[in-house]
């Protein structure tokens, strides 16, 4: 029961056809989103952002649409269209991540612009217009949000469209089943699509098995980091001013920086809390972001009795936000359903160890971390004293890490997307 | 002169591994080493039973059948203690056919620590406590006493070979690796530096590691391995010196080769066809003790081990975590010997075993070659979890029951 290392590797194949993709004429991809920065609520404007930089720095044409109507400093590598005059600032309810009970299939043609369904419409309006200047190459649609815009492009263009999953349904609605129509969205645009971006293995599965879409259509293209856009930070130590005084005496700081709906599993986190308070008392716990659950974690944590262990910070950004990833000793993703988790990469950037649900994808490209099912609560608790107590643990865990995350970067990510453009243009399935 | 020969050593393990215990098990349960959750990996029953079936009843069967049917085959083993008791408590059978394998007088065994330890560079006491407790596990079950040893994964240094000459044992076993080799070859015996009369024996490891590792890959250019072009090899080897030292794990055959690999066929083939030769041998390690002499003395300062590439202890103490742990365990030896409490010591005692630290290994992790070794855990971290979770529940039983020593963490 004590195999070692082979002394014998399998050589990695690398096939002539693969190379030979490269040497083609440069593409032009019209790109369908919902947000960029500095004008995202999550993950998804950041990894699109990221792409699209890799993608025109390797020579793509790039045509990016948004919802709205705003300055993107600092992008200059591509053509942003504005589908609608919105401002991106005030458009409450219409974030990619906001969820609107009231959405109906059809398009409402009496609805506010400041319905989700109202700016969706103008958005296929704008992009049908759009494809009277621009032919592209493929079309590249991220979420439902933008699926039935890519397929009406595909129909009037006759381009291939790749549909990016970056999030489906199940994910956002956690362990409900989420909104009928948006699945429908879903389903019509996963079927449509000449291939399939999922995010990680948890989503290409969610894809295959609760889409019923046959596997070879869809590849697994995890998100990378950019570490470059984390330069120019020093901690200083200043925001977070009570938790370094705890720290300096000896406790540990377990933090989340995410938003507080039910796909992120926090109620389950705050149990972990109260359950690891009964054997370890020098646990304290950040929770940085805000949400629909807020005041439900707050009277929760009251409830359990941790009340005076939980650091509620509110929304934030920029370096306050760099500053809940610095203050955390160990950043814990609880989500129910993550496709993958960009945050856990942004954490151990910052020097924390990692503990991660078995049902977000960045654990599928991370070894140095913990990892546990979100429900299991004594285990987490397990986990972090772990860490807590013991110093060997803790180095091992964010010096691991450390020397994996930055090997995932989007250069990769935006040769892997050239190979499949390449692939979907010539119609091959595989 | 005596006649080129090989000498094959099987070394016969299981440790028992420590059951996902959490901190909540910590002061409450005290039960290590056993679970009710009957698909745990780290279930030590379903484990042994599952290597029984797999590796040795039709290896032993096999081995009785060549020991039976050429009367020139001759091997060595070691059994560490903590097979022996799961042995005695799970597959009894297994026990017996091994009594017979040794009743024919042509199997020696060798002489190790009882819990597959790391104690001799932790502490030399208790490293040889543990020694004289398989010396007597082995008296008893087989009526037989080791005279050459071998160290925990053949960890293998100058003081190790000291120590056996003067604990009185005639030889001492390590791996024959190019750096302490050099130019000299693995096929003599040598003789560890300020000794008189012991004799070091070196593993060949291109010709054990083609069987222990590289049987089944079928991405090795030589694979299949033949018995014909494995004879061939071995007769080439024999250019450089008379004694080919094939020092393996048992479970080699049947559990890391598993039988659809042809590697028992392999195995009997290669045994019957070699006895049936005159102008060859089969030694045990006694005897190629006896028949070649020291060619020269050889000089090994750093420690080396028989494991992965490295050929070092770094898979036991290479990240500050296994570091820690063994710190921990044996920071404990003082206090809780003191208690004379059975139970408490065995404990402890198991804890030691080197494979508790090897599933803490983080050095395969990056370099994408995760699957080539065994952990009943999901990941080293989980590995040094539950075990700092019982290190404290040791400090916890010392003080509540014993009074003794302090918590900590």
Same mark, same amino acid.
């Given at each position: 029961m004590k195999p070692r290392r082979l002394s014998l590797k399998g050589g990695v194949k690398q096939s002539a056809a693969d190379g030979a993709l490269f040497t083609q004429k440069n593409m032009n991809i019209l790109m369908l989103g919902w947000e960029l920065p500095p004008h995202n609520s999550g993950g998804l404007g950041v990894a699109c952002y990221h792409l699209s930089k890799a993608l025109a720095r390797s020579g793509t044409t790039i045509d990016f649409v948004v919802p709205y109507d705003a300055e993107h400093p600092g992008i200059d590598f591509m053509n942003i269209h504005s589908a609608t005059q919105i401002d991106p600032d005030f458009r409450y309810g219409l974030q990619a991540y906001d969820r609107d009970?009231?959405?109906?299939?059809e398009f409402p043609d009496d609805s506010p612009i400041n319905s989700m369904r109202a700016v969706q419409k103008k958005y296929v309006k704008y992009v049908e217009k759009l494809l009277d200047t621009v032919s592209p190459d493929v079309i590249h649609a991220h979420d439902w949000l933008t699926m039935e815009a890519g397929v009406r492009a595909k129909q009037i263009s006759g381009a291939p469209l790749v549909v990016h999953v970056h999030a489906t349904e199940f994910d956002r609605s956690g362990e409900q089943y989420g909104n009928p129509i948006v699945h429908e969205i879903e389903q019509e645009a996963l079927l449509l699509a000449d291939r399939i971006i999922a995010v990680s293995g948890i989503t290409k599965s969610i894809i295959v098995h609760r889409y019923g879409i046959p596997a070879d259509k869809v590849e697994v293209v995890h998100n990378a980091i950019d570490v470059s856009s984390f330069a120019d930070y020093e901690y200083d130590m200043r925001t977070f001013k009570y938790l370094e005084l705890l720290r300096s005496e000896g406790y540990t700081v377990a933090a989340t920086v995410t938003r507080?709906?039910?796909?992120?599993?926090l109620t389950h986190f705050l149990r972990a809390a109260a359950r690891a308070s009964e054997k370890y008392d020098k646990l304290v716990y950040l929770f940085a972001g805000d949400g629909e659950q807020r005041d439900e974690l707050i009277a929760m944590a009251a409830e359990l009795g941790i009340s005076d262990k939980v650091f509620f910070t509110g929304f934030v950004r920029g370096k306050q936000w760099r500053d809940a990833y610095s203050v955390a000793d160990i950043f814990i993703m609880s989500s129910v359903s993550e496709p993958f988790g960009l945050t856990a990469l942004e954490a151990a950037h910052h020097d924390s160890a990692l503990i991660i649900s078995r049902q977000s994808g960045v654990g599928e490209v991370l070894k140095h971390i913990f990892r546990y099912d979100f429900w299991d609560s004594d285990r987490l608790a397990d986990q972090m004293i772990a860490i807590a107590t013991s110093p060997s643990l803790a180095s091992e865990l964010t010096r691991g890490v450390k020397s994996e995350y930055a090997r995932l970067t989007w250069d990769e990510v935006a040769v892997t997307c050239e190979q499949l453009y390449k692939r979907s243009m010539q119609g091959a399935l595989v | 002169m005596s006649q080129p020969g090989i000498a094959l050593y099987l070394h016969v393990h299981q440790p028992y591994r420590v059951r996902p215990y959490t901190v909540f098990d910590?002061?409450?349960? #005290? %039960? +290590?080493?056993?679970?009710?959750?009957?698909? &745990?990996?780290?279930?030590n029953e379903v484990i042994f039973k599952k290597v029984a079936d797999k590796s040795y009843r039709p290896m032993n069967q096999l081995l009785e059948k060549l020991l039976s049917e050429n009367d020139s085959f001759k091997l060595s083993l070691s059994i560490t203690g903590t097979f022996l008791e799961q042995a005695e408590q799970w597959a009894p059978d297994v026990i017996a056919s091994f009594q017979r394998i040794i009743a024919t007088g042509r199997v020696e065994i060798l002489a190790e620590t009882y819990h597959h330890s790391l104690a001799f560079f932790y502490s030399l006491p208790e490293f040889e406590r543990q020694v004289a407790l398989h010396r007597k596990k082995i008296e008893a079950i087989f009526g037989v006493t080791p005279t050459v040893f071998r160290n925990t994964e053949l960890a293998y240094n100058d003081q190790v070979g000291q120590w056996a000459e003067k604990a009185g044992y005639k030889g001492v076993l390590a791996e024959g690796w190019d750096t302490v080799l050099d130019w000299r070859s693995p096929n003599h015996i040598y003789r560890p530096p300020a000794t008189n009369s012991i004799g070091l024996l070196l593993k060949n490891y291109q010709l054990s590691d083609d069987i222990a590792f590289r049987f089944s890959n079928q991405s090795w250019n030589e694979w299949p391995l033949t018995t014909d072009k494995y004879a061939s090899w071995v007769e080439n080897s024999f250019e450089k010196g008379p004694l080919v030292n094939l020092f393996m794990? +048992?479970?080699?055959?049947? %559990?890391?080769?598993? &039988?659809d690999t042809g590697i028992f066929g392999f195995f009997d083939t290669f045994i019957s066809d070699w006895a049936s030769r005159e102008d060859r041998q089969f030694y045990t390690v006694s005897d190629a003790l006896s028949a070649f002499s020291p060619v020269a003395e050889l000089t090994v300062p750093q420690t080396t081990t028989w494991a992965d590439t490295e050929r070092d202890l770094s898979a036991w103490t290479g990240n500050s975590m296994q570091r820690e742990a063994l710190r921990h365990l044996y920071a404990l030896e003082h206090d809780i010997l003191r208690t004379e409490d059975t139970a408490l010591i065995t404990d402890w005692r198991r804890l030691g075993a080197s494979d508790a630290v090897y599933y803490m290994s983080t050095k395969w992790l990056d370099d994408?070659?995760? #699957?080539a070794y065994f952990s009943p855990y999901d990941s080293p971290y989980d590995a040094f979890l539950y075990y700092i979770n019982v290190i404290r529940d040791l400090r916890w039983r010392l003080m509540s029951n014993h009074g003794t020593g302090h918590l900590h963490g």
């Open positions: 009970p009231t959405i109906t299939k507080f709906t039910v796909q992120k599993g | 910590t002061a409450d349960s #005290h %039960e +290590y080493f056993s679970t009710t959750r009957d698909d &745990a990996s780290s279930n794990d +048992y479970e080699t055959f049947g %559990e890391h080769q598993w &039988a994408g070659d995760v #699957h």
